[in-house]
């Protein structure tokens, strides 16, 4: 097993996840190396890696750094090691299929990262639950880049329905299928290009994206849903893409931090 490495200025790295993402569309490790330099890693075998001139030409300027390494043979043992368990108090719980149950826990999730999608652990993710927990649920709700399908499958044991995920990746979809499918929850999962396609409407929208992705959005808003829980965001940006969100319809209500992450909770402007 190869693990292929690129290190980035931190400035520009959520645009070269963007475009890592369309040569590696399983998904990639975060690393944080330095406050100025972030890593992103694909591992795999050697020809089904992505070519080093197709990820030099990725990363563009913000380049810093390409490596390649061999991991042992237990990699895969080593990486289950890493997904464990986020625990929301008594009220949530999202684990891999391979963690035990917690006693006590009213919702109990389980999600297969599957092809590095991850398992909810992710302080952007962690922030969408902790905001969906906060809400009565009201009516249809829509996970807009679903991944996984963490934050879909949340709603609709929460009590939205019906609850329709989204994300452009086929992979994306057919993990997030899988897991409803284990959960036994029925939501609906296609796949969709929101740079290409309108975003249905929803009483409520997750939309767990960086932030070139929900500016996109922000700007093609004709009739805005109740409620967006929108992160995938760093604190610096919050202001920003909330100052977006505003000028198509939506108030922000509440914002959450995690270290260096941000979520904000964004409602129509009629809602109050």
């Known amino acids: 097993?190869?693990?292929?490495?690129?290190?980035?200025?931190?400035?520009?790295?959520?645009?070269?996840?963007?475009?890592?993402?369309?040569?590696?569309?399983?998904?990639?490790?975060?690393?944080?190396?330095?406050?100025?330099?972030?890593?992103?890693?694909?591992?795999?075998?050697?020809?089904?890696?992505?070519?080093?001139?197709?990820?030099?030409?990725a990363a563009g300027g913000a380049l810093v750094e390409v490596t390649t390494s061999e991991v042992a043979d237990d990699w895969a043992e080593r990486w289950r090691s890493f997904h464990r368990p986020l625990v929301?108090?008594?009220?949530?719980?999202v684990r891999?299929?391979?963690?035990?149950?917690i006693p006590g826990a009213a919702v109990d999730l389980v999600i297969d990262p599957g092809r590095a999608f991850g398992t909810g652990a992710h302080a952007t993710t962690r922030l969408c639950l902790e905001l969906l927990l906060d809400l009565p649920a009201a009516g249809d709700a829509l996970d807009l880049g679903c991944g996984s399908g963490v934050l879909a499958i949340a709603a609709a044991r929460l009590g939205w329905a019906p609850v329709l995920a989204?994300?452009?990746?086929p992979l994306a979809v057919e993990a997030a299928r899988e897991n409803a499918r284990v959960?036994?929850?029925?939501?609906?999962?296609?796949?969709?290009?929101?740079r290409q396609s309108v975003v249905p409407g929803a009483a409520l929208v997750l939309a767990n994206l960086l932030r070139p992705l929900l500016l996109a959005w922000a700007g093609s808003i004709?009739?805005?849903p109740g409620l967006v829980i929108a992160s995938g965001l760093l604190a610096e940006e919050a202001d920003e893409v909330a100052r977006a969100f505003a000028s198509h319809g939506l108030d922000e209500r509440d914002r959450r931090a995690h270290g260096e992450w941000a979520a904000l909770l964004l409602s129509a402007h009629d809602r109050g």
């Open 1 to 57: 097993m190869i693990r292929l490495a690129i290190r980035v200025r931190r400035a520009d790295a959520e645009l070269v996840l963007a475009e890592l993402l369309t040569l590696a569309p399983s998904g990639v490790e975060e690393v944080e190396v330095s406050e100025g330099v972030v890593e992103y890693a694909v591992y795999g075998p050697p020809g089904e890696l992505p070519s080093l001139p197709d990820v030099r030409v």
């Open 88 to 93: 929301l108090g008594e009220r949530l719980v």
């Open 96 to 101: 891999p299929p391979w963690c035990a149950p």
């Open 166 to 169: 989204l994300d452009h990746d």
């Open 183 to 194: 959960n036994g929850v029925p939501i609906e999962v296609r796949r969709h290009d929101l």
């Open 222 to 224: 004709a009739e805005p």
